[in-house]
C-alpha cells in the first residue's frame, strides 16, 4: 500500500541554520505530496504541495521538489527562526478519495 | 471566523463511557474527514463523508460511528470507550474529490480515557 517515511526527529538547529528534512515515499499511480506543519497545541496547517512531479511547492520560505525519479519531496529551507519550532509532516493523497497518508511527522526545535 | 471548529477542546471520560465530538466547517466544503493522533503524533485517517455519504471507512472499530447530518457537520460517536481510545482526533475538510485539493483541519479534540 501507500505509505510516506521521513527521517526522524527531532532535529535540533540554531536560529539561521539551514533546515533539511527528508521524505520519500510509495504510491501507486501518480499522488500529490504535501507539508503540513502543526504548532504546539494546534491544528495542522497546509504548509505547501506540489501534484506533479518536478512541481516545486512554495511558502514562508521554505520549499520541496516533488521528485519522481527518486520517490522523494524533501523540505528545505535557508534560515529557520524560532518561530518555525513545530512539527512537520510529509504527505501523500492519491485515488479520487483525497484520502491523506502521513508520515510520522519530524520536530524541528529552532534555538536563539 | 474559524474555518473548522470542533467540540470539545478536551474530554477527559472513564472507560466504558459514550461519547461525542462535533465537527463544523463553514468553508462550503462538501467532504470531511476524522482523523486520529496517538501519543507519538502519528496521524490516520477513519473516516470520510462525501455530500453525507460515507465514503473512506478504514479498519476502525465498530464502536466509532461518525454522523454526518449535512455537509456542514461530521459527528464522531464513540461506545464503549477504552484505554486505547485516548488519543487527539482532528476534523478535517476539503472541497471535492481530487487528489491535489488541500484538507483544512480542525484545532483537534484531545481525548483521555482513564
Known amino acids: 500500500g501507500d505509505s510516506v517515511t521521513q527521517m526522524e526527529g527531532p532535529v535540533t538547529l540554531s536560529e539561521e541554520a539551514f533546515l533539511t528534512i527528508n521524505c520519500t515515499y510509495t504510491?501507486?499511480?501518480?499522488?500529490?505530496l504535501f507539508w503540513y506543519v502543526q504548532y504546539p497545541g494546534e491544528g495542522l496547517q497546509l504548509l505547501l504541495k506540489a501534484t506533479k512531479a518536478d512541481d516545486k511547492g512554495s511558502n514562508k520560505g521554505f520549499e520541496a521538489t516533488y521528485r519522481k525519479e527518486t520517490t522523494s519531496f524533501h523540505l528545505e529551507k535557508g534560515s529557520v527562526q524560532v518561530s518555525d519550532s513545530a512539527v512537520y509532516f510529509c504527505?501523500?493523497?492519491?485515488?479520487?478519495?483525497?484520502?491523506?497518508?502521513f508520515g510520522a511527522g519530524t520536530r524541528l526545535a529552532v534555538h536563539p | 471566523d474559524t474555518a473548522v471548529s470542533q467540540t470539545p477542546k478536551y474530554l477527559v471520560t472513564q472507560m466504558g463511557n459514550d461519547k461525542s465530538i462535533k465537527c463544523e466547517q463553514n468553508?462550503?466544503?462538501?467532504?470531511m474527514y476524522w482523523y486520529k493522533q496517538d501519543s507519538k503524533k502519528f496521524l490516520k485517517i477513519m473516516f470520510s463523508?462525501?455530500?453525507?455519504?460515507?465514503?473512506i471507512n478504514e479498519t476502525v472499530p465498530n464502536r466509532f460511528s461518525p454522523k454526518s447530518p449535512d455537509k456542514a457537520h461530521l459527528n464522531l460517536h464513540i461506545n464503549s470507550l477504552e484505554l486505547g481510545d485516548s488519543a487527539v482526533y482532528f476534523c478535517a475538510s476539503s472541497q471535492v474529490f481530487g487528489s491535489e485539493n488541500e484538507q483544512y483541519f480542525g484545532p483537534g479534540t484531545r481525548l483521555t480515557v482513564t
Open positions: 468553508l462550503g466544503h462538501d467532504t
Open positions: 463523508y462525501n455530500n453525507k455519504e460515507l465514503i
Open positions: 504527505a501523500l493523497s492519491a485515488g479520487g478519495y483525497n484520502k491523506l497518508i
Open positions: 504510491a501507486t499511480g501518480y499522488p500529490s
